[in-house]
């Protein structure tokens, strides 16, 4: 079963730092791009960054260029999102999510997401 | 706020067609792909519509998107209870260089 499954979400201070997790599984992890995206509680979605399936490119949103960093372990089948300088305004659900290069790169698969939230 | 404008809701009775906007520019939807997103109560996104029109293996038929302009549609005919969820159209920025997605549509199934 093809499947992504997210953790590392929880509490956190502002100014604080978290790394999320997506283990993937049931497919060849290696070929394929990798999102995350988030949704503030009760709000939309919100891109927030992709790598390339080798891990040689990596964008950003403006919200969280220079805080976050995307990484990928191909040979663990592990996504990594580590979010730095946190503020009220990362608190979301944070979604990991595989793009297809058959459906042109749309996100075929997401994970159940992972909460996190910034609060003193 | 989002990049890409839709409505905040939109409404039929079981069996009406619904149609959902999405309004962008030409960073966005004009010269890139839009792809449509439903997420029902309290779960992950789904991949409805890719490339402007296309749909995954597995969705029905009932939904259908286009794109003219800086602006896209999805339609919902024969609207069923189980459509009730949110739907964000999504699109390349070039400006941004990055991923937009627009501020959802609500649909409810009187």
């Known amino acids: 079963e093809v499947q992504l499954v997210e953790s590392g979400g929880g509490l956190v201070q502002p100014g604080g730092s978290l790394r999320l997790s997506c283990a993937a599984s049931g497919f060849n992890f290696s070929d394929y791009w990798m999102h995350w995206v988030r949704q503030a509680p009760g709000k939309g979605l919100v891109w927030v960054s992709r790598?390339?399936?080798?891990?040689?490119?990596?964008t950003y949103a403006d919200s969280v260029k220079g805080r976050f960093t995307i990484s990928r372990d191909n040979a663990k089948n592990i996504l990594h999102l580590q979010m730095r300088s946190l503020r009220a305004e990362d608190t979301a659900v944070y979604y990991c999510?595989?793009?297809?290069?058959?459906?042109?790169?749309?996100?075929?698969?997401w994970g159940q997401g992972t909460t996190v939230t910034v609060s003193s | 706020q989002s990049v890409l404008t839709q409505p905040p809701s939109a409404s039929g009775t079981p069996g009406q067609r619904v149609t959902i906007s999405c309004s962008g520019s030409?960073?966005?939807?004009?010269?890139?792909?839009v792809y449509w997103y439903q997420q029902l109560p309290g779960t992950a996104p789904k991949l409805l519509v890719y490339?402007?029109?296309q749909r995954p293996s597995g969705v029905p038929d009932r939904f259908s998107g286009s794109k003219s302009g800086t602006s896209a549609s999805l339609a919902i005919s024969g609207l069923r209870s189980e459509d009730e969820a949110d739907y964000y159209c999504?699109?390349?920025?070039?400006?941004?260089?990055?991923?937009?997605f627009g501020s959802g549509t609500k649909v409810t199934v009187l």
């Open positions: 490339k402007n029109n």
């Open positions: 999504a699109a390349w920025d070039d400006s941004l260089s990055g991923c937009v």
């Open positions: 999510a595989r793009a297809r290069v058959t459906y042109y790169y749309g996100l075929d698969v």
């Open positions: 030409t960073s966005n939807i004009e010269g890139n792909f």
């Open positions: 790598i390339k399936s080798d891990g040689t490119t990596t």
